[in-house]
Nanobody, 123 residues
Framework: QVQLVESGGGLVQAGASLRLSCAAS????????MGWFRQAPGKEREFVAN???????YVANSAKGRFAISRDNAKNTVYLQMNSLKPEDTAIYYC?????????????????WGQGTQVTVSS
């Protein structure tokens, strides 16, 4: 089992930055590929970014150039740095862990999920 706890969400104005954190506990964190997803009201959960255990990353087109994912295996933590935030980035942001080789952007491939942290961007 892996337990994931997100933090760092909040209410910000358009153009601002936030850094989300996801603290993991349980099994060896470095064995997992990690992902960030988000879900806006009335919409499906969508992929934002992932980072493989070796450090390789992939960011969704909607976030490319503005968001960056990173991890600190010594601290069992994965981060999502969000810059130039837009009102359409408003959502609950979830951290997730998977053992799928090579990383993945499919919700159903992730085995463990955090409870989510709310990000609200005002115009």
């Amino acid at each position: 089992q892996v337990q994931l706890v997100e933090s760092g969400g909040g209410l910000v104005q358009a153009g601002a930055s936030l850094r989300l954190s996801c603290a993991a506990s349980g099994r060896t964190f470095s064995n997992y590929n990690m992902g960030w997803f988000r879900q806006a009201p009335g919409k499906e959960r969508e992929f934002v970014a992932n980072i493989r255990w070796g450090g390789g990353t992939y960011v969704a087109n909607s976030a490319k150039g503005r968001f960056a994912i990173s991890r600190d295996n010594a601290k069992n933590t994965v981060y999502l740095q969000m810059n130039s935030l837009k009102p359409e980035d408003t959502a609950i942001y979830y951290c997730a862990a998977t053992t799928t080789l090579g990383g993945t952007y499919y919700v159903h491939d992730y085995d463990y999920w955090g409870q989510g942290t709310q990000v609200t961007v005002s115009s």
